[in-house]
């Protein structure tokens, strides 16, 4: 699903040139993962919007989305329970914040519980 397109800077700042030799050039992503003991993540329970379900929602997560995806599959695989990764947030379904931040922690995240 691509990402929601808010402003005209989200779509790279160039609309339209009278220049005939001008070239757009594509945006590289070379964001860089920070280590795990430099990310500050936060783990909250969710209920909105979802029909009364909750879920887990890891949030703050800083680097290339390939390794956000590759965390979030390591979360739900040792959760034993379904989920995604949308938006730079990763959602686990129900409520295993504990478990979630009991695994952060032992690989190193600084993680903290947010929201009530």
Do not use: H
Not at 24 to 43: C, G, H, I, M
Not at 64 to 72: H, M, N, Q, W, Y
Not at 77 to 87: P, Q
């Amino acid at each position: 699903m691509k990402s929601k397109k808010n402003s005209l800077s989200d779509l790279g700042g160039i609309m339209y040139s009278t220049n005939p030799d001008f070239e757009y050039q594509e945006k590289v992503d070379d964001t860089v993962t920070a280590p795990n003991n430099q990310q500050d993540l936060r783990v909250m329970l969710d209920k909105k919007n979802r029909g009364g379900k909750a879920v887990t929602l890891i949030t703050g997560f800083r680097g290339r989305s390939e390794d956000l995806e590759v965390l979030g599959k390591m979360l739900k695989t040792k959760c034993g329970v379904g989920g995604s990764v949308k938006d730079g947030e990763i959602m686990i379904q129900g409520d295993v914040r504990d478990k979630v931040m009991g695994i952060l922690q032992k690989d190193g995240y600084k993680v903290k519980k947010a929201g009530g």
